[in-house]
Nanobody, 123 residues
Framework: VQLQASGGGLVQTGGSLRLSCAASGRTFSRNNMGWFRQAPGTEREFVAAISWSGGSTYYGDSVKGRFTISRDNAKNTVYLQMNSLKPEDTAVYYC?????????????????WGQGTQVTVSS
């Protein structure tokens, strides 16, 4: 599976962005997917995950209630809708595929990674 993330940018506090992750490969629809983020000088942090069917989702505590993960298997794409953005959400956001379950929160559980997209939230 090859992944291409897009949709990052600069937004003000309280604004919204939608990230997309386009996947290639016929097995996309059988993969649990996840979003992670990494700010400078910090470890990669789990953001959200979704099951292969889209029927189950799981969120990190810092984004619960503000971010929504979804997927469209017909388009081989997973999305991350980010609302009520805060300066602490500033990071490079990565999509990942192949999680062992829809609640896989460790980056080591995902064998496939996209290149990342920068999200910057100004105060």
């Amino acid at each position: 599976v090859q992944l291409q993330a897009s949709g990052g940018g600069l937004v003000q506090t309280g604004g919204s962005l939608r990230l997309s992750c386009a996947a290639s490969g016929r097995t996309f629809s059988r993969n649990n997917m996840g979003w992670f983020r990494q700010a400078p000088g910090t470890e990669r942090e789990f953001v959200a995950a979704i099951s292969w069917s889209g029927g189950s989702t799981y969120y990190g505590d810092s984004v619960k209630g503000r971010f929504t993960i979804s997927r469209d298997n017909a388009k081989n794409t997973v999305y991350l809708q980010m609302n009520s953005l805060k300066p602490e959400d500033t990071a490079v956001y990565y999509c990942a595929a192949g999680g062992k379950s829809f609640y896989s929160v460790s980056s080591s559980e995902y064998p496939y990674w996209g290149q990342g997209t920068q999200v910057t939230v100004s105060s």
